[in-house]
């Protein structure tokens, strides 16, 4: 059975600093990988996907890579700005044929102060 | 387009009540998605629909039923609530094999007392 987890469950840094936001999993054998932002009350808003077959994608200020074989992948945020405020989630695509469900890590909260 | 949109917003049951989640997308997608979020964790899917008229199960389906008779409503139905069962309720959709993005609707928060 597939594990997410995100260390640490919190983080707070000063504006401008850039944040890495770590997932890792316990399968290998992902079809994609994909990070979601969570405002307070809010649903989910996706950030970046990651096929199994790439190695990094990037958006904006937004970097995010994946090491299949060490079950690791990383987020990077730059110039962190206080809308950068949110909890973000990490979740593993795991088989295409059964609709590519996704198992979820429990989020790293993060706190950017002005 | 409104994208995925839930009903009710919030929602208060007696322990043994029932009652019916609501969700509705406009985008023509093929995928539906019902998960569950506790308090301080990731979340858990219960129930998923590659298209109307089929539906298969996920991590946690106990205590749910979904049906998919149109590719744009995939309504969760919550038969006699249990505590346990309070949690915040967010639908998903996307649109096909390929398109792998998943769209969030707001959430329906369920308290069970």
């Avoid at chain 2, 106990?62 to 919550?78: A, C, H, I, K, Q």
């Amino acid at each position: 059975k597939q594990e997410v987890t995100q260390i640490p469950a919190a983080l707070s840094v000063p504006e401008g600093e850039n944040l890495v936001l770590n997932c890792s999993f316990t399968d290998s054998a992902i079809y994609n990988l994909q990070w979601f932002r969570q405002d307070p009350g809010k649903g989910l808003t996706s950030l970046l996907l990651i096929q199994s077959s790439q190695r990094e994608q990037t958006s904006g200020r937004l970097n995010a890579s994946l090491d299949k074989s060490s079950g690791r992948s990383t987020l990077y945020i730059a110039a962190s700005q206080p809308g950068d405020s949110a909890t973000y989630l990490c979740a593993v695509g795991m088989n295409r044929a059964a609709g590519n469900k996704l198992t979820f890590g429990g989020g790293t909260r993060v706190l950017v102060k002005p | 387009n409104a994208g995925v949109t839930q009903t009710p917003k919030f929602r208060i049951l007696k322990i043994g009540q029932s009652m019916t989640l609501q969700c509705t997308q406009d985008m023509n997608h093929n995928y539906m998605y019902w998960y569950r979020q506790d308090p301080g964790m990731g979340l858990k899917l219960i129930y998923y629909s590659v298209g109307a008229g089929i539906t298969d199960k996920g991590e946690v389906p106990n205590g749910y039923n979904v049906s998919r008779s149109t590719t744009e409503d995939f309504p969760l139905r919550l038969e006699l609530a249990a505590p346990s069962q309070t949690s915040v309720y967010f639908c998903a959709s996307r649109w096909t094999t390929g398109q792998e993005t998943q769209y969030f609707g707001p959430g329906t928060r369920l308290l069970v007392l």
